[in-house]
């Protein structure tokens, strides 16, 4: 057959992916350790870590295996941990008393995280009342049961006072408030705390994909968050809160599905020059453990593409419960 360059049979793209060390000069997509987040959750009052039945292989943390997993996360050269705190369900209440208490398991876990590894980490808060209410709401409920945007502000900005007071390094408020940002970076300011850094969860979609999460902060969720958290066939709309959190003040912005969203990563990451997250959430773990338990994908591989997904799509740090162990694979070259 007569070559004929600029098409078939002269253009073959094969060759570049002729052999191992072929494919890995020319990828386009890298992951690095760095760019790995860890979510974390510490629960109150327990002496063993407590398994999740819907998350295998994530467990609620003890204060001092948070510690161990903490040091862990630094030896394994990821870039943070998001620490998620699981109270009492006696110290619950109608507005989140823990979240704001300076001896609430939150807080607690941030100081001895900070003890632990210092700044070789970058401690992150979840900054949000869900895990602290007897309702499950992320904020505070009027009169009538709806979550109330404005009271619930008030309520963020002590979280970020004490959360910051606590030592940690970046707080991410998840709640989906109109205002939260500019209401959080005010309080850190006022306080003293420029340096304290916001990870505004930018896009939060109602995803049926939190479920096992639920399980993981022990939730006492009633109802649904589809009046707070954004609707899923919307997209220009979360360029529009994107507008609003670099507006008031956000430093980092991030997309939470992963997945299922990374149309909206990629709108996300062409319209910034602020760092870019996207949150590969308990949903999408379980549906990879779950498949590989039966046999049906290869769970390395199948860890290994999404998260390169995820990062294709425009994320530069990416908040997943594999990240120690994915992070532990790359440094061994696998």
């Given at each position: 057959m007569?070559?004929?360059?600029?098409?078939f049979?002269?253009?073959?793209?094969?060759?570049?992916?002729?052999?191992?060390?072929?494919?890995?000069?020319?990828?386009?997509?890298?992951?690095?350790?760095?760019?790995?987040?860890?979510?974390?959750?510490?629960?109150?009052?327990?002496?063993?870590?407590?398994?999740?039945?819907?998350?295998?292989?994530?467990?609620?943390?003890?204060?001092?295996?948070?510690?161990?997993?903490?040091a862990e996360?630094?030896?394994?050269?990821?870039?943070?941990?998001?620490l998620?705190?699981?109270?009492?369900?006696?110290?619950?209440?109608?507005?989140?008393?823990?979240?704001?208490?300076?001896?609430?398991?939150l807080?607690?876990?941030?100081?001895?995280?900070?003890?632990?590894?210092?700044?070789?980490?970058?401690?992150?808060?979840?900054?949000?009342?869900?895990?602290?209410?007897?309702?499950?709401?992320?904020?505070?409920?009027?009169?009538?049961?709806?979550?109330?945007?404005?009271?619930?502000?008030?309520?963020?900005?002590?979280?970020?006072?004490?959360?910051?007071?606590?030592?940690?390094?970046?707080?991410?408020?998840?709640?989906?408030?109109?205002?939260?940002?500019?209401?959080?970076?005010?309080?850190?300011?006022?306080?003293?705390?420029?340096?304290?850094?916001?990870?505004a969860?930018?896009?939060?979609?109602?995803?049926a994909?939190?479920?096992?999460?639920?399980?993981?902060?022990?939730?006492?969720?009633?109802g649904?968050?589809?009046?707070?958290?954004?609707?899923?066939?919307?997209?220009?709309?979360?360029?529009?809160?994107?507008?609003?959190?670099?507006?008031?003040?956000?430093?980092?912005?991030?997309?939470?599905?992963?997945?299922?969203?990374?149309?909206?990563?990629?709108?996300?990451?062409?319209?910034v020059?602020?760092?870019?997250?996207?949150?590969?959430?308990?949903?999408?773990y379980?549906?990879?453990?779950?498949?590989?338990a039966?046999?049906?994908?290869?769970?390395?591989?199948?860890?290994?593409?999404?998260l390169?997904?995820?990062?294709r799509?425009?994320?530069?740090?990416?908040?997943?419960?594999?990240?120690?162990?994915?992070?532990?694979?790359?440094?061994?070259?696998?």
């Amino acid at each position: 057959m007569t070559a004929r360059y600029g098409g078939f049979p002269g253009a073959r793209p094969r060759r570049l992916r002729t052999t191992p060390a072929m494919r890995r000069m020319v990828a386009e997509t890298r992951l690095h350790p760095a760019e790995l987040i860890l979510p974390a959750f510490v629960r109150e009052g327990v002496s063993e870590p407590v398994p999740l039945a819907s998350m295998p292989g994530v467990v609620q943390h003890t204060r001092e295996t948070l510690r161990k997993a903490a040091a862990e996360a630094v030896e394994a050269g990821i870039g943070g941990i998001m620490l998620f705190g699981v109270p009492e369900e006696a110290k619950k209440d109608a507005v989140g008393t823990p979240g704001t208490d300076p001896d609430g398991i939150l807080q607690v876990a941030i100081r001895d995280v900070r003890a632990e590894v210092g700044d070789d980490l970058v401690i992150m808060s979840d900054l949000c009342l869900d895990e602290h209410t007897d309702h499950g709401h992320c904020g505070v409920l009027d009169a009538e049961g709806r979550v109330d945007n404005d009271a619930t502000l008030e309520r963020y900005a002590e979280m970020a006072r004490v959360q910051a007071d606590a030592g940690v390094h970046t707080v991410g408020p998840s709640g989906m408030m109109d205002g939260q940002v500019g209401v959080v970076r005010e309080a850190l300011d006022g306080a003293g705390y420029q340096d304290v850094s916001i990870l505004a969860y930018t896009a939060k979609y109602a995803s049926a994909f939190y479920g096992p999460f639920r399980e993981a902060v022990g939730s006492s969720l009633k109802g649904d968050r589809k009046t707070y958290q954004q609707d899923t066939p919307n997209a220009r709309e979360a360029l529009r809160e994107l507008e609003l959190d670099l507006a008031e003040g956000a430093d980092m912005v991030m997309v939470k599905p992963a997945l299922p969203y990374l149309d909206i990563l990629r709108r996300i990451a062409d319209a910034v020059d602020v760092p870019v997250a996207a949150y590969q959430i308990s949903g999408e773990y379980a549906m990879v453990e779950a498949a590989a338990a039966n046999g049906w994908i290869d769970r390395d591989r199948a860890i290994t593409e999404t998260l390169t997904s995820v990062r294709r799509a425009g994320a530069g740090m990416i908040l997943t419960y594999w990240a120690t162990e994915a992070a532990q694979r790359l440094n061994r070259g696998e």
